[in-house]
């Protein structure tokens, strides 16, 4: 098959960049690739770029020299933190993260990132340098078929071998990376396209591609036979996901939930989509979710879905889910519907434009009896579970006093960014998050090594907030070379290591389900705080509860990036928990 | 329920990588494509894909809306055998001295709908067009008469209640489109609210 023009309707020429004003008064500018390609990023409103340069891409990171200005570059350690650095950036700003790597294992190392935010809806534009075109299928140096390893972890990609193809291959990436349900887009641009010089006619930013549907067409019948649904119920219950935060639409949300009255719960990826101390907010769904949402999804009558995807850490058993309910599911992405638990009504659309319609048509409820099922599982909750983590007795410090007491500190308005395993669940858990997006975690994917280069770019898409990292001593090690990114580029986040000496969760699933046989996950560790002083980066390790409080404080309160290791109880589990293959239902609080 | 062979066609831009990127829809979830036909539609640019797989209805709805998510797939549409009129081409390579000498040979390739294609001194390519029944059925007939080479195409199908795509396609490039463009597949239509 032939490659074909990109298709694009109703545009409209936007010139913002220096050379873009140029062209309009003289079209026939010449410009190479790279600087088209420049060119189109700033005009997408690109102010900070995560990479690394080589071979193949040498002469986009020539042409970048003169757009230093312009475009802030941050030189990573490893593609791979540059793709989780363009995820945190991302996921705190709101906007497209853009990360560069040459040709072969600089694209090899960012697939990691790009199946993380594939599964996560993260928006990202990531260009990968390519051989010249007449060495493609040579196995020429630094050769990848990265097109088709690829392929199964973007929303996207495309290959270009020409530079005329180069602005509108980057307005379509753009256009499709945000819109819609977001995700990750890759271009590799062969290395002849970037050198080769054309006739520059400006950028068009895309807005709409035949092929491509991003937003569903709301249908008003649905919206009503959701509202008599949820007018009906006595035991409603709301949950909700990352599409809330990706619709940018908190504030729609909170209107339909305080309306409503009616009890909500978030998926790990939802956080802080309303604060945690709203009062309808019941907690945390799934596997290590709170007592309450968990068992009464069983018991509910009409389930409201928005903006979630049933993952079955969400869900636990499938056959037994919520089989009671009547379940609304609203999502914009139409192959959610039904893909897991069978929906009464969809609500196919973008929950910006759907949540207000529903919140019109609804009726302001009392669910006093309701409410006090999820109060009495609180209280079991904090009996069973809650107290002893948060105020242990033991000589030993728990994940979550920590947690407790950086909640005093930050008052809830830090950008929360965790790693992958038990202080991922117990910082969610725990943290209190007054604002959206401030919880930055890898959810769906679940990749360890995530957290310090997501907390690097999520400083950068939110430089007046404090970033916070908090990190397992497993997962700080995966990816600890980006210290050297924090050292270089000054960026000012703080880190927190949970140090429980063990690869924790896998611990803790082995003592619960493999009779105590710890396999592999004894992990040591290097001393820390050395580790971030050769990187020039101040720090301290406390063991002694005494020492907890003035640490977190000292940390907060320093200039610039900050490491503190806590030595945390070394076998402690995390609690609630619904074992793999039960039902929610049957969630153990020990 | 129960697995049946299920025709998916879809309607796609013509791009590279494209073919990978729908066929990996059912790789990652180990089906079996049964057997796929991809080539230029009547509308110029459109390219249409004809795919046949043998599972149950709900797991072929669910990879047809995986299908059309993709953002080069402008439609995706599927239909049980009774819903298509389909046809598979086989071409057939005996060998001329046997067909000259057997008379029963003429009379059963005529019997079985098949033409000659070429015709040599040292052998024939017939051709029929059929079901996968019929076209293996002569394969049978002509095995004892010395088939050197047999090869069957892939299925292409018409759908039967088809208005044709070329409507639907003026819709596509407008902005706003209408709503039978972007109908509710999963709607069951026979009921106002879905049942569980």
């Known amino acids: ?590 | 329920m129960e697995k049946q062979e299920f025709n998916i066609t879809v309607y796609t831009e013509n791009q590279i990588g494209l073919l990978n990127r729908i066929a990996i829809i059912f790789t990652r979830r180990k089906i079996n494509i049964d057997s796929l036909n991809t080539s230029p539609s009547e509308i110029e640019s459109i390219h249409r894909f004809n795919i046949v797989i043998t599972e149950s209805e709900d797991v072929v709805r669910k990879l047809c809306r995986q299908i059309e998510k993709q953002v080069e797939v402008l439609k995706v549409y599927y239909h049980t055998n009774a819903d298509v009129i389909w046809q598979e081409l086989a071409l057939y390579k005996v060998s001329t001295d046997v067909i000259a000498e057997k008379v029963s040979v003429e009379r059963l390739l005529r019997e079985n709908g098949a033409r000659a294609v070429v015709i040599r001194k040292d052998y024939t390519v017939f051709e029929t067009t059929g079901h996968r029944e019929e076209t293996d059925n002569l394969i049978s007939i002509l095995q004892p008469f010395g088939l050197i080479e047999f090869v069957r195409s892939a299925r292409v199908a018409i759908i039967k209640d088809s208005e044709g795509f070329n409507s639907k396609l003026r819709e596509f490039e407008r902005l706003e489109p209408g709503e039978d463009v972007i109908e509710n597949e999963y709607l069951n239509q026979g009921q106002k609210v879905f049942s569980m």
């Open chain 1, 1 to 590: 098959m032939k490659s074909q023009k990109i298709n694009t309707v109703e545009t409209q020429t936007v010139t913002i960049g220096e050379i873009a004003e140029q062209s309009v008064k003289s079209p026939a500018i010449e410009l190479s690739g790279s600087q088209a390609l420049l060119e189109a990023l700033i005009i997408e409103g690109v102010d900070t770029i995560f990479g690394y340069p080589g071979g193949a891409i040498m002469p986009i990171y020539d042409a970048l020299y003169d757009y230093n200005e312009k475009l802030n570059h941050i030189l990573v350690r490893h593609e791979q933190g540059g793709i989780h650095a363009g995820q945190g950036y991302a996921r705190t700003s709101g906007k497209v993260g853009v990360v560069f790597a040459t040709s072969g294992p600089g694209a090899t190392n960012l697939v990691t990132g790009l199946a993380d935010a594939q599964i996560d809806s993260t928006p990202l534009v990531c260009i990968t340098g390519q051989v010249f075109a007449h060495l493609l299928g040579t196995d020429a140096f630094q050769e990848t078929d990265v097109i088709n390893i690829t392929t199964p972890v973007t929303k996207w990609n495309y290959q270009v071998t020409d530079a005329t193809e180069i602005p509108e291959v980057i307005a379509k990436a753009f256009y499709i990376a945000k819109s819609g349900r977001p995700g990750p887009v890759l271009i590799d641009i062969t290395k002849n396209a970037q050198i080769q010089k054309f006739n520059y006619e400006g950028y068009t930013p895309c807005n709409h591609i035949r092929s491509y549907r991003p937003k569903p067409i709301v249908r008003p019948q649905y919206i009503q036979q959701a509202a008599e649904l949820i007018n009906q119920a006595k035991k409603p219950f709301i949950i909700w996901g990352q599409g809330v935060i990706l619709g940018s639409a908190e504030q729609e949300f909170k209107t339909f939930v305080e309306k409503s009255g009616i009890p909500a719960a978030w998926t790990i990826l939802g956080a802080g989509a309303i604060p945690t101390d709203h009062p309808l907010n019941v907690g945390m769904l799934g596997m290590h979710g709170n007592y309450g949402p968990n068992v009464l999804t069983n018991e509910c009558d009409v389930l409201i879905a928005i903006g979630m995807r049933f993952d079955d850490r969400v869900t636990g058993r499938l056959d037994k889910y919520a089989k009671q309910a009547k379940v609304i599911h609203l999502d914009i992405d139409p192959a959610e519907i039904d893909k897991n638990v069978k929906s009464t009504v969809p609500v196919w659309g973008d929950c910006k434009e759907t949540l207000p319609m529903l919140t019109e048509l609804i009726e302001r409820k009392v669910l006093t009896e309701w409410h006090d099922r999820f109060k009495e599982f609180t209280r079991q909750e904090i009996e069973a579970v809650i107290h002893d983590e948060l105020n242990p007795t033991s000589d030993e410090m728990t994940m979550g006093e920590v947690i407790k007491q950086l909640n005093e500190l930050t008052k809830g308005d830090a950008v929360i960014v965790t790693d992958v395993g038990q202080h991922q669940m117990v910082a969610c858990r725990y943290a209190n998050l007054n604002k959206t997006r401030s919880n930055i975690t890898s959810g769906g994917l679940g990749t360890m090594g995530f957290a310090l280069p997501a907390a690097i770019g999520a400083k950068f898409g939110a430089q007046e907030r404090d970033v916070i990292a908090i990190i397992g001593d497993g997962g700080f090690q995966m990816t600890l070379q980006e210290l050297g990114t924090v050292m270089q580029s000054k960026v000012d986040i703080k880190i927190i290591i949970l140090n429980n000496r063990f690869l924790g969760m896998v611990r803790q699933w082995q003592e619960l389900f493999n009779e105590r046989r710890y396999s592999f996950v004894d992990i040591q560790s290097p001393d820390f705080v050395a580790v971030a002083a050769a990187y020039g980066i101040g720090g301290k390790c406390i063991s002694d509860r005494a020492d907890l409080q003035p640490a977190l404080k000292e940390m907060m309160e320093s200039k610039g990036a900050y490491l503190l290791e806590v030595m945390v109880t070394k076998e402690n589990n995390v609690f609630p928990m619904v074992p793999q293959g039960c039902s929610v239902s049957e969630i153990r609080l020990k």
